[in-house]
């Protein structure tokens, strides 16, 4: 800056808020030392606070009359001063109380090594830094204080100066631990001085927090733990008894304490406290080695454990300190064992957050919701949990940790880039709202001065700029917090034993046969070919796996599941995303596992897509979808392909997708039975809709078409298992061609739908057109209606009440139902004659439908009280009341039947058992086809398959009987109701 421009107005945009004095100020300089003070003056500006740095020069050059011409003259002094200067108030006033302080800037800054700083604050007090029990000479209290106060001042400038503060970060956070270390051995050398006798103790300072972290703030408290022992005599045997060292250690702790936090003309340096150690503020200050072991191995509860990571001998004896790290670290990577650490863990972060007083919670950088805090408990719950294996995570800095964490697979390298970035941010701003007045606090302020001086001492350009990064990082660190911090694989990985989490380690082929593998070789071999080498997915592998195996333990077959689980991830390869929403996502895995464990037709139907396995992430995405967004996008991918049996490929593989989805929620309990039903109904009228419409591009001109829903899928009531029945209408046409047409299109959507291939095959059975199998596939709608109003049989009637809108052109599909409501829904409801022959028609079922040989109580839709039976019943109450009772014309079984119940032609208790019984045997037909992978209507025998069926209804290992026992319950009783209801019926 030259003279020329140091108008007040120019000041003021510059940064000066007395942009007059300063022009005096600055006017004077220019005068006094020429235009080559312009660069002096350029870095006044550039400092946080141009007002504070002026008026702390003009201190010093008032004090020292030389020093103005000296920092012109040796830049990087004046830059290192105004930096200083301008970002602290109170090394600002330090350097105007002690102006040749300003000299420790003038050297060099570098990190100092641990001896350096020993010397630099023990030499003061007249202590030798080369003993290893050093003593101060008398009445030194405050040269400790001042030297203390010029290494923060060395170490503030090399911070303030950085081209890079936040990769600087680490370093000074590691500097300002080592001065603690430093301060503490000096400030004992004082206690020494202080205290008679205290050669016969051993006072071993064992640091923690922070400090022990080498992560230490400008302005913090001192977390410290006392381990004394009796000093030794040359001949190794205790100068005094245990108590006695004791006494003497408290009284040499006690003077240590003072000289750290006593307020003289010097200043002050920080609290040590001590509401770490064992039973807090309550216990002993100082104990023995054998009573801390003593305390940690019986009382210590988890959170102490959790403080203890960061545990690192400070000063002292450094050996008996050591020891007692020594003796605590395997504790403290035992402590994830503990029942409830997780949960306790989490719970302990939220009771700080509701602790936070309202008016500070949104100003909080440490402990508010998304602020450093969670980043650190994030670190250390993953390490704690994951460490009692892997040693190589087990550092004490939370970003050393972190990055250990990222390099091994634990946490995701964007996750972990954004949680470190967002640390160093927030660490950074702790820093200098500390650098300021040397106090400790961890709140945004809430001045414009503050905030100003704030983001220009972080290098940002203004304050709405430092607020947004800083609520951007804290956003960041909240939404990665919650969802590493609670993550259910980490909580399922705690509850396993350490030595089990090592899948490689002696006996774990007994541990498999134990957790429940058949073949436990089998399983190790899958195990090894997951979790072998050194590649980032082994590492993650090696992570999920402990996890996983107890997961699939859980299902009925974890033998398939860890079968299924390896080739589901060898096909997905090296696919980005899959390892790691498996690592990181709220249940994903469990999932997974639980899914592969208990049905091979789902696991049959992902291995064809295994990038399916993304819809896992999200129980929203779970749940069925609705025929219009299935049948735009089948539509829609089907139109990319001008091949015909191309494009079919392509909507059969978006049905295979969707009855994954289906499936998928069905085993995970996301949806019930009807939903189940309406979902695979939606889906294939979808399916037949999209293919109806593609097959027709074959032909330059068809008629309109309609296909009639029937049976269950007119009901909305499809079983994995069932064909789509169906009725296929077409348009009265002049076209002698028409009719043609119609029948070659429905003989194509019924062969390139059944069609062997990757993807399931959908039958469309047409057996219940009018004249049965020796009736044409297609019909007019004017034959429909003849064929209806002439030559229908009762049986005909029975199953149009399950006639609904299928696909094809919903407008033809209405003329025709509207044209059978007279025959499903007749007049005067049914004749004598036509209920004997439902009647008889339902016993023939019984007795040369039911397989020979087998047991019919175990039939869940032709035996008694089966689906067969509760449906019949319905149907029958519908054809003889629905002329009365308008809420019975429905096609869905269940509405019926509460319509029925409604106008009392069913009881409440005879409703409710036809309802429990057809429910509970749609839900065992459907577990039987998910478990197999192929359909049977019967409960299995092998106590194997009935276990893993009776899982997958939600009963636990070993609950078969009682299931078997409560579907014969239910199912006797919907007979009694058929006795009465059916077979009485006049």
Partial sequence: MDRTTTTEGTLARLGFGDPHRAAETLDAWFAEHGDGCGALVDQVIASADPDLTLNGLTRLDAARPDLLAALVAEPEWGERVCRVLGASVALNQHLGAHPADVDVLRGPIERRAVTGLRAAVLCPIGADPGDEQPVAQPQRSDELRLAYRREVLRIAARDLTSTDPLAELPSVAGELADLADATVEAALALAREQVPGWQKARLGIVALGKTGGQELNYVSDVDVLYVAEPALDESGEPVCSTAEAIAVAAKLVGALTRECSAHTAAGTIWQLDAALRPEGKAGPLVRSLASHQAYYEKWAKNWEFQAMLKARAMAGDRALAAEFVAMVAPMVWRVAENDQFVSETQAMRRRVISLLPAREADREIKLGAGGLRDVEF????????????????????????????????YVGRSDGSDLDAAYRLMRLLEHRIQLEKMRRTHLMPDDELSLRRLARSTGMADVDELLTRWRDATRRVLKLHQRLFYSPLL??????????????????????????????????????????????????????????????????????????????????????????????????????????????????????????????????????????????????????????????????????RELLRVAMADILGLIDLTTVGVGLSELISATIDATLEVVRRRFEWSPRMAVIALGRWGGGELAYASDADAMFVVEDSDRPDAMKIATQIT????????????????????????????????????????????????WEAQALVRAAHGAGDPELSAELLESIDVLRYPADGLLRQQVLEIRKLKARMEVERIPRGSDPLRNTKLGPGGLSDVEWVVQLLQLANAHEVPGLRTTSTLTALAAAEQADLVTVDDARALRDAWLLAGRLRNAILLLRGRASDTIPSDPREAGAVAQLLGYDKGEASILFDEYRRRTRHARQVMDHVFWGLD
């Fill in 491 to 656: 909580e399922a990985v705690a509850r396993i034993p350490s030595e089990a989490v090592r899948l490689t380690s002696y006996g774990a082929e007994v541990r498999l046969r134990a957790l429940g593998y058949a073949d436990p070789k089998a399983a190790l071999r899958h195990i090894e070919a997951l979790s072998q080498g050194l590649s980032r997915q082994a590492e993650i592998q090696r992570q999920l796996l402990p996890a996983m195996l107890g997961w699939f333990t859980a299902g009925p077959n974890p033998d398939h599941a860890l079968l299924a689980f390896r080739q589901v991830s060898e096909a997905m390869g090296r696919t980005h995303w899959y390892l790691r929403a498996l690592r990181d996502g709220d249940a994903m895995a469990e999932r997974l596992a639980r899914i592969l464990s208990s049905s091979r037709y789902t696991v049959d139907l992902m291995m064809r897509a295994p990038q399916s396995v993304g819809m896992l992430g999200d129980a929203s995405n779970l749940q069925p979808r609705d025929r219009g967004e299935i049948l735009a996008e089948m539509r829609a991918s089907a139109k990319r392909h001008d091949d015909v049996s191309v494009a079919v490929e392509h909507i059969r593989a978006v049905r295979r």
């Fill in 747 to 794: 003989s194509d959507l019924r062969a390139v739908l059944a069609k062997a291939g990757p993807d399931p095959s959908l039958d469309i059975d047409i057996d219940l057109r009018p004249e049965g199998k020796n009736g044409p596939m297609v019909r007019s709608l004017s034959s429909f209606r003849a064929y209806y109003e002439r030559w229908s049989s009762t």
């Fill in 378 to 409: 994030s670190v250390q719950l993953i390490q704690l949990v994951h460490g009692r294996a892997d040693d190589r995570v087990r550092q004490a800095g939370t970003l050393a940790a972190l990055a250990k964490l990222i390099e091994y697979g």
